[in-house]
T-cell receptor, first 109, second 111 residues
Framework: GIQVEQSPPDLILQEGANSTLRCNFSDSVNNLQWFHQNPWGQLINLFYIPSGTKQNGRLSATTVATERYSLLYISSSQTTDSGVYFCAVDTTGANNLFFGTGTRLTVIP | DTAVSQTPKYLVTQMGNDKSIKCEQNLGHDTMYWYKQDSKKFLKIMFSYNNKELIINETVPNRFSPKSPDKAHLNLHINSLELGDSAVYFC??????????FGSGTQLSVL
């Protein structure tokens, strides 16, 4: 089956810093999504981005499908950005998303 | 509010019992899912329903049975609960293969 690797596994930032989270996948995908799980366990969809670049406020994401990776950029980080960021991909066309193991981000004031 | 809502939020029960988790979405989506998140935070799909039809059925014990009475509801019934079933169960929905929206999760603890 497909392998999804996220790096780094853990990241600690000072408030206001920028960061880049990476997601590598081992096979061609037709769907890629980024999620944020906050410290209370809520999963929020950040981006649906099978290819190209999207921006939403301080967050942006780029997927280079031909090279099998996606990047999530967080600028001017805030303490509310803390939590686990998951990348999830699908190869079936049925939105059968396979999740990576996540990057745990801690933003300290 | 438009959302995916699931109940109960917490479920504590004894081994061997049968329990159900309910899920409803009012987003007008045509596909609903159940995911399981284990103690290491790994998320894995269990089931997917599209317009009340089972699409995905991953390797899940027969003790788990999803029921979709209509497009807006997907319930999960679990028979003969085991210690290893303890986890957080998330319901989710989407319009086709687009963005997945999750409910707030049900923390199941089997004693």
């Amino acid at each position: 089956g497909i392998q999804v690797e996220q790096s780094p596994p853990d990241l600690i930032l000072q408030e206001g810093a920028n960061s880049t989270l990476r997601c590598n996948f081992s096979d061609s995908v037709n769907n890629l999504q980024w999620f944020h799980q906050n410290p209370w366990g809520q999963l929020i969809n950040l981006f649906y981005i099978p290819s190209g670049t999207k921006q939403n406020g301080r967050l942006s994401a780029t997927t280079v499908a031909t090279e099998r990776y996606s990047l999530l950029y967080i600028s001017s980080s805030q303490t509310t950005d803390s939590g686990v960021y998951f990348c999830a991909v699908d190869t079936t066309g049925a939105n059968n998303l396979f999740f990576g193991t996540g990057t745990r981000l801690t933003v300290i004031p | 509010d438009t959302a995916v809502s699931q109940t109960p939020k917490y479920l504590v029960t004894q081994m061997g019992n049968d329990k159900s988790i309910k899920c409803e979405q009012n987003l007008g989506h045509d596909t609903m899912y159940w995911y399981k998140q284990d103690s290491k935070k790994f998320l894995k799909i269990m089931f997917s329903y599209n317009n009340k039809e089972l699409i995905i059925n991953e390797t899940v014990p027969n003790r788990f049975s999803p029921k979709s009475p209509d497009k807006a509801h997907l319930n999960l019934h679990i028979n003969s609960l085991e210690l290893g079933d303890s986890a957080v169960y998330f319901c989710a929905s989407s319009l086709g293969i687009e963005k997945l929206f999750f409910g707030s999760g049900t923390q199941l603890s089997v004693l």
